[in-house]
């Protein structure tokens, strides 16, 4: 069975400072992929970024970069330079064979 | 390009009664998947459509059924509604790329009465 775990419910974070999401998984597929999710106040899923299991390199898109670490089934998120509309949910999400299995997630709220 | 719209954005419904949900996904898009959100259970994957057939189904009641066009558009219904099926319904298209991006639509907040 697969299983992905975020054990932050909730952060706080400064403005421009850096934070850090934790995600783990667990999955037996030899190919899978992970992804971000941010949903703000409003509702609506906005992507993020991508790891694919056999990518070499970690993921980044703009301030947002992924601490891949397959070894350990770790995804962690790190937003850089953090911003007043930052402030969110955030989830991490399993990708196998086209269903998306979603953590927790963790509240982010990025202080002035 | 537009992206996924879902409508009504909200609905109020009683007990006992039927709903209809319906998704648009971006347009060449052949993949439609739902979720639903709940405080208590999180996201949970309800099911998939991918030309016209289910591909993939999550573990909910029979009460929650779907189906898709031959546009892609999608609908999903839900039957004797409960309260607990008050939920924020999410829907997201997929353009069946390498590593199959979802891309979300506002969702609709059900509220069961």
């Known amino acids: 069975a697969q299983k992905i775990t975020q054990t932050q419910p909730g952060m706080f974070v400064q403005e421009k400072e850096a934070v850090t999401l934790d995600c783990t998984y667990d999955t037996s597929d030899p190919s899978y992929g992970l992804f971000w999710y941010k949903q703000p106040s409003s509702g609506e899923m906005i992507f993020l970024i991508y790891?694919?299991?056999?990518?070499?390199q970690n993921a980044t898109e703009g301030r947002y970069s992924l601490n891949f670490q397959k070894a350990r089934k770790s995804a962690n998120l790190v937003i850089s330079a953090s911003q007043l509309g930052d402030s969110a949910m955030y989830f991490c999400a399993l990708d196998s064979w086209g269903k998306l299995q979603f953590g927790a997630g963790t509240q982010v709220v990025v202080t002035p | 390009k537009a992206g996924v719209t879902q409508t009504p954005r909200y609905l109020i419904k009683t007990r006992g009664q039927q709903v209809t949900l319906s998704c648009s996904p971006i347009?060449?898009?052949?993949?439609v998947s739902w979720y639903q959100q709940t405080p208590g259970q999180g996201l949970q994957f309800l099911f998939e459509?991918?030309?016209?057939?289910?591909?993939n189904k999550g573990n909910f009641p029979g009460r929650f059924s779907g189906r898709q066009f031959s546009n892609s558009r999608s609908e999903m219904n839900v039957s004797t509604l409960e309260l607990g099926d008050s939920a924020l319904y999410l829907c997201a298209s997929s353009p069946e790329t390498l590593y199959n991006e979802q891309f979300f639509g506002p969702g609709t907040r059900l509220t069961v009465l």
């Open positions: 459509y991918f030309s016209e057939t289910q591909r």
């Open positions: 347009s060449g898009h052949r993949s």
């Open positions: 790891q694919g299991s056999y990518d070499q």
